[in-house]
């Protein structure tokens, strides 16, 4: 999609530390980390955010998630890990191409909003 900072990402057009691609699902580090290990799986197609799921094919949807298992395995994350998604305004979505956050290497905090 023209104009959509994850689109250009994924195509390449903006630089990113990517972490992990495949035909379906693009990784990469976030740029304004929130802990030690934070990344961002991201569809290469373009939808909003989990509210347009329906518009992913199922095997997109289950290739995100089965990303965030893989990437979170391989940076060895043994004391566990979150994954987030915000969905629009009152979530404070920033980007609006859907994106899964991986966050860990520390304690998270025990309140999650
Ligand atoms: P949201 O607030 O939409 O859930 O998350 C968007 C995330 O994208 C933020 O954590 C932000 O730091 C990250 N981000 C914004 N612009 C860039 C960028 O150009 N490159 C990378 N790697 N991350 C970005
Ligand atoms: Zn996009």
Redesign the pocket.
Known sequence: MENC??CK?VNGD?P??KVYEDDRVFA???????APF?V?VVPKKHVASVAEIDKLEDSEVAACLRAVAKIAADASLSGGFRV???CGPD??????HL?F?ILGGRQMADKMA
């Open positions: 900072l994850f990402i903006i990113s530390d990469f580090r976030d740029i304004n980390p929130q934070h961002l987030i998604s915000n979530a404070c979505q920033s980007v609006p994106h956050h």
